[in-house]
């Protein structure tokens, strides 16, 4: 259904950084780096059919997060989702909403972590036993 998310950062150079680092734990590799024609810096990361895309906001106002909102990356493994949140945090992330693991609800068991972003932005880490 979804072609691509694209969110707003106020430090292209910090978002690429965590963004590199975060997403290499699922198998994307860097970022493609494009500057538009009036000069905004945007980042593309293409896997497995989805496009991960990180911007300078074109209207020249600061970029903010979106309130009730949730970047949600599917994770292979229990094992997995642990290691994109460690390296989350260890690359300027915050960790929030408990420890990652297990977590009951009304469809089976699933594995969550959430952290912000270094802007902000609330990502979680999903993974569904089959």
């Known amino acids: 259904m979804l072609s691509h998310m694209m969110i707003g ?9 965590f963004y590199d680092a975060v997403l290499a734990v699922l198998g994307a590799g860097e970022a493609m780096k494009h500057v538009n024609a009036t000069g905004q810096t945007r980042l593309f990361y293409i896997h497995d059919g989805s496009t991960f895309c990180i911007t300078e906001p074109i209207n ?12 949600g990356f599917a994770c292979e493994s229990p094992e997995q989702l642990q290691r994109l949140h460690e390296v989350a945090i260890a690359n300027g992330g915050t960790s929030i909403e408990g420890a990652p693991g297990p977590r009951d609800s009304d469809i089976g068991v699933m594995h969550l972590c959430y952290f912000l972003d270094p802007d902000g932005h609330k990502v ?6 089959s």
Do not use: F
């Not at 979680?124 to 036993?129: D, T």
């Open 9 to 17: 950062t106020n430090d292209i150079v910090a978002s690429q950084k």
């Open 60 to 71: 020249g106002e600061p970029a903010t997060v979106s309130n009730g909102s949730t970047i």
């Open 124 to 129: 979680c880490g999903l993974h569904r036993p």
